[in-house]
């Protein structure tokens, strides 16, 4: 059921988030699939309704530094940085976890991801119910990302108790993820926030190599799966000077700022996607570290199938 995210809606919505329930709700980036991430039996239901492995693990959601310090086992003094420069925003730091947080939202890893959204509703949601939220996106394994409640109630439907509504969300791409290692900050999944932000916000030596053994042990997690977050209909990425492909399909028309390029990139990929086509197509992004967020969504979008 989607529901406007009025102050009563957030009530109810809250209550089901503190009874083990699951509430779908909108962060800056694209909206989420929540439930109370201390009770593993109501995150056990938040992979039933996704369909999605128990490799991958979930974002745990907070309010604030100190919320996030309740589920964190340690706190270094760059995350500390990176918080008070990028939260609330598009950012997850995986740290070290606490033992409050069960093993089924960290897929039995060591460590945790975590995030204050900038978004209202997300953080009303939250405050309200209490306790932090894990939330993977809002929609079944593999599929595009949600950034409206309709999109959600395409995928979820009736898996989902409540839909707050809070119109299209602003960035629409996930949030960068962010390892904070011993031996340096690595970015395992880029976003709208770019490496050369991140690093101007340490002062300390960022690794490079995306292919961490960390990644690899959490084999399953699915930002780091090659196909992801695809449409059913063959995406292909224009490169210059490339043929487009045979039979009927259509180049999506997308802007050439980088904001306005992710915020309408999933709802673009959405429509295109049930017009019953035989291919889409975008033009390939610039290849700067500021569109490389959107260049990994597209890269992913675009693996086929054979
Ligand atoms: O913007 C977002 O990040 C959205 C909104 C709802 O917050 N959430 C999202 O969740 O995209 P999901 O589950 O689709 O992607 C979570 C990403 C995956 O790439 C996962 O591997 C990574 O975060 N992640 C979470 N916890 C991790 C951990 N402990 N270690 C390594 N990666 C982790
Ligand atoms: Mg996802």
Redo the contacts with the bound molecule.
Sequence with gaps: MIVPASSDALHRAAHIIRHGGLVAFP?E??Y?LGANALDAEAVRRIYDAKQRPFA????V?VTDTEMARSVTAEWPAVADRLAKRFWPG?L?L?IKKSEVVPDLV?AG?G???V?V?ANPIATELIRQSGVPIA???ANLFGQI?PTTAEHVWAGLGDRVAMILDGGATKVGI??T?V?LRNDGPVV??PGMISQSELEEATHVRWEQELNVP?IRD?DE????QARHYAPRTPLYVLEAGMARPNGRGRVLAMPRDRKKFAASLYAELHKADSEGLEWIAIEAPPDTGEWAGIADRLRRASKHEN
Aim: hydrophobic content about 30%; charged content about 10%.
């Design positions: 962060t980036t694209v989420g991958s693990p979930l974002i959601h598009p997850t995986v960290t890893l460590t945790v991801g995030r959204p939330a993977p996106s990302s996930e949030s993820v390892a395992l999944r960390e959490a997690s699915p930002g780091q």
